[in-house]
């Protein structure tokens, strides 16, 4: 005889499934770097984001890819970052600076991206780590990263990262 309730709880697991997911990435933020208040990220238009260029070569300078190393925790949510694991939620960012834009095989990306031309630059990392939806509007990448110190530091330890992980 089947449970009469088999159903609800079916659907009550995916629910939670798709809760943790969707939490995990803040609750390793709030483990690993502490009780920092986050600002909201304030809506940016495209000349805000070019402009931003200059100033993130600056932090690019000085980023240590040790503390990106931490940083990247919240991207692993939905990416892998091992060499020719298949892809996540998103595709796979071994070696994504220097890769040719939408370019990874195994993966479906939206129309945007694969519309968009050259290689993933840190510039343009940076960008689409800012805000997805402005830099390629319809990407599936929803997440956003406002403080550029701590985009600095995800495309700095993700350009090292096929040289061989920091210590």
């Known amino acids: 005889m089947r449970d009469p309730l088999f159903e609800n709880k079916l659907i009550a697991s995916y629910l939670v499934s798709v809760l943790i997911i969707l939490a995990l990435p803040?609750?390793?933020d709030r483990v690993l770097f502490g009780d920092q208040t986050r600002?909201?990220?304030?809506?940016?238009?495209?000349a805000s984001i070019e402009t931003d260029?200059?100033?993130?070569?600056?932090?690019?300078?000085?980023?240590?890819?040790?503390?990106?190393?931490?940083?990247?925790t919240l991207c692993t949510s939905c990416h892998t970052i091992e060499p020719g694991a298949p892809p996540s939620i998103g595709p796979n960012l071994?070696?994504?600076?220097?890769?040719p834009i939408a370019s990874k095989a195994d993966y479906q990306y939206s129309v945007t991206l694969k519309s968009l031309e050259g290689e993933w630059t840190p510039e343009k990392l940076d960008?689409?780590?800012k805000n997805a939806q402005i830099f390629a509007p319809g990407s599936m990448m929803v997440?956003?990263?406002?403080?550029?110190s701590e985009r600095?530091?995800?495309?700095?330890y993700l350009e090292v990262l096929p040289e061989g992980a920091p210590e």
């Open 143 to 148: 997440m956003q990263v406002p403080n550029p």
């Open 127 to 129: 960008r689409f780590l």
């Open 94 to 99: 071994w070696g994504v600076v220097g890769r």
């Open 26 to 28: 803040l609750f390793i």
């Open 53 to 72: 260029v200059k100033i993130f070569e600056d932090y690019y300078a000085e980023a240590d890819p040790r503390r990106g190393a931490k940083r990247i």
């Open 152 to 156: 600095a530091e995800i495309i700095k």
């Open 39 to 46: 600002q909201a990220p304030k809506e940016t238009s495209k």
